[in-house]
């Protein structure tokens, strides 16, 4: 299973995610689109090195050798407009965002996995919708080398669905930093993907 950081900074943020990588988390995406390089260099030097193969930078992907990351995401925009791709680092793991199969069937197959989104209504972003329904479009999936991992409004009601339905796994962001207890709601949501995904 996959967590995206909450995009802004929240109290008590790095506790919550050495506790969710402590209960099994596989990759944490570190995505804070405003953070300037001294804050993101601040942000991840706080995360336990050991758990720094797991992390997946969202920018600032120079930060890589430093930290010894070896995962980076490239937005939608920033694949099709060429910014930083291909990237100057060998031997990475690259992810990617989509918005639509046609999208995700044209990817190339460097890309490990690809978010879909959004394929609930949105828990994070007010009003951000699906516009289509991809659980239809996605019967069209052509693109076999990259997983499809489903994104936007994922909860412990929706996950079961979401693997039944063609999706190869799930990442959590609203659902975990919106929540009174985001650890309790990871476990949860954790518990169901597992059954699906042994």
Known sequence: MIVLSNPTTITNEINVIHSLF??????????????????????VAQINPEFRPQLVLHSHHELVESFKINRIHFTEEKRKNNLEF???????????????????????????????SPVYPSISKENYLPKTDLF??????????????ALGGINPENIEKSLT????????????????????NFKSCQRIALSYLQ
């Open 22 to 43: 402590e209960e099994g988390l596989q990759l944490f995406h570190v995505r804070k689109p405003s953070y300037s390089l001294k804050e993101m260099i601040s942000f």
């Open 86 to 116: 291909p990237p100057k680092f060998t031997n990475l793991i690259l992810s990617t965002s989509t918005h639509s199969i046609s999208d995700f069937n044209s990817l190339t197959p460097e890309f490990e996995y690809a978010f879909l």
């Open 136 to 149: 239809e479009a996605i019967k069209d999936r052509t693109n076999t080398k990259t997983k499809l991992i």
């Open 165 to 184: 339905n063609g999706f190869d796994n799930v990442a959590l962001l609203g659902t975990i930093w919106n929540a009174e207890n985001p650890i309790k």
